[in-house]
């Protein structure tokens, strides 16, 4: 199955005698547009997942309020693989790897944006047992 999301806001400031129209002003931390896909599937016993979004660079942006331009576009890649034995089961399994291709990259809306990049490549593997209390009364 496949997944869409475009995300796009747009505001400005406009003086009580609209003479601003020409110099536009934006309020701050305006979201970037971005745009996100998914795809996923399921195949016996296995549920995988591949995730990719794309962030612009935020070209509305007050230039007074703001201590640093805005940073450069990116693409970011995220998957996800997971294994049950059987639908009964208690136990699965899942491997996953948030942004996959160890992209740099610095986000917008982050404070930190100013001093550093966001984190690389951060690879999960995680057991799940799903625990069953009996109750003696039941």
Known sequence: AWQHQFQFTYAQLL??????LNNPKYPPFLPPIN????????LKNWFIQADAKWVT?????NQNLDLAPPPNNY????????????KT??????????NATNQ???DYLDRFRYFMDQTG????????????????NH
């Not at 003086?15 to 601003?20: E, V």
């Not at 745009?35 to 399921?42: G, L, N, V």
């Not at 660079?57 to 942006?61: E, G, L, V």
């Not at 693409?75 to 059987?86: A, R």
């Open 15 to 20: 003086p009580a005698n609209n003479t601003g």
């Open 89 to 98: 089961s208690d136990h699965s399994f899942t491997l996953s790897a948030q």
């Open 57 to 61: 660079k935020q070209i509305w942006y």
């Open 121 to 136: 490549i951060n690879i999960g593997i995680k057991y799940n047992y799903h625990y069953h209390q009996h109750h003696p």
């Open 75 to 86: 693409l970011l890649l995220n998957f996800l693989v997971n294994y049950k034995p059987n």
């Open 35 to 42: 745009y996100a896909q998914s795809f996923q599937i399921t």
């Open 104 to 106: 740099r990259y610095r």
